[in-house]
């Protein structure tokens, strides 16, 4: 059911998703959800019995010759091992899926109505990156910037807001992850603000000084989270009789904010 909603045949030629470690034939009757594979999911997994581990981010990306003990990922997998439990990824399958990881963000911070890709798949209209949408009524930049804060996971990072906070927005365009590269996209399809994360500084002043739309850059993984109950509702729909669990262990990079 995972991969009929997030098709594997998907995700970008450099992903790796699919099953990572676990037997095809296992009995599932507890899934946790989160969106990294690490030490602390894990832990999460093995204190509350879980049998499988369902992630956003893929525990491989690269080509590797060990999985020693020796390295903080070699160390999880001998985990998972020992006691039975499965670690499966979708990743940009998932971000193109419809329903998919923007599709979560975009409802999570407010937006209303029919979504429709930002970079939509070219033989697919309803799948592609990213979710354009409407919020409830016209209100100002500052408003929306606080419906995004309440509606996200707090993090230490919580969220920059590039434009003036009086400015009136009522379309959005968000893409959970990443979205340095979407932001030409976002400036075409005539928006007033994009929602997204990991933004680069020039890259950002630059679009925000040839006006383009108001830019709102929350943590990573804080925008890619509410998929995650998404995903645990797909499961549950499909009829499977599974036990599900979203984790809420904070697993973004930055722990502290001065």
């Known amino acids: 059911m995972l991969e009929a909603a997030y098709p594997p045949a998907r995700a970008e030629s450099w992903d790796a998703v699919g099953l990572v470690t676990g037997d095809p034939a296992q ?51 001998h985990t998972l091992i020992k006691h039975d439990i499965a670690l499966y990824t979708a990743h940009t399958n998932a971000d193109v899926a419809n329903p998919g990881v923007s599709d979560a963000l975009a409802r999570a911070v407010g937006l209303v109505g029919d979504l429709v890709p930002l970079k939509p798949f070219p033989d697919d209209p309803w799948r592609g990156l990213g979710r354009i949408g409407e919020l409830p009524r016209e209100m100002p930049l500052g408003e929306f910037a606080a419906l995004v804060a309440n509606g996200l996971p707090e993090t230490s990072w919580g969220i920059r807001v590039a434009g003036d906070p009086s400015r009136p927005v009522s379309k959005v365009a968000v893409s959970g992850g990443a979205g340095d590269s979407l932001l030409g996209t976002a400036a075409a399809a005539g928006v007033d603000v994009f929602l997204t994360a990991d933004l680069r500084h020039h890259p950002a002043s630059e679009f925000v000084e040839s006006g383009g739309p108001a830019l709102i850059d929350a943590a990573h993984w804080a925008t890619e989270w509410p998929w995650l109950d998404s995903a645990a509702s797909i499961l549950h729909a499909s009829g499977v009789t599974v036990e599900t669990r979203v984790s809420a262990t904070v697993t973004d990079a930055w722990t502290k904010g001065y």
Not at 33 to 51: F, I, M, N, Q, R
Not at 52 to 59: E, G
């Open 27 to 77: 009995v599932v009757r507890r899934v946790l959800l989160a969106v990294d594979p690490v030490s602390a999911v894990a832990e999460e997994a093995l204190e509350w019995g879980a049998d499988l581990i369902v992630v956003h981010h893929p525990l491989y990306l690269r080509g590797t010759t060990s999985v020693a003990t020796t390295t903080p990922k070699g160390r999880l997998l």
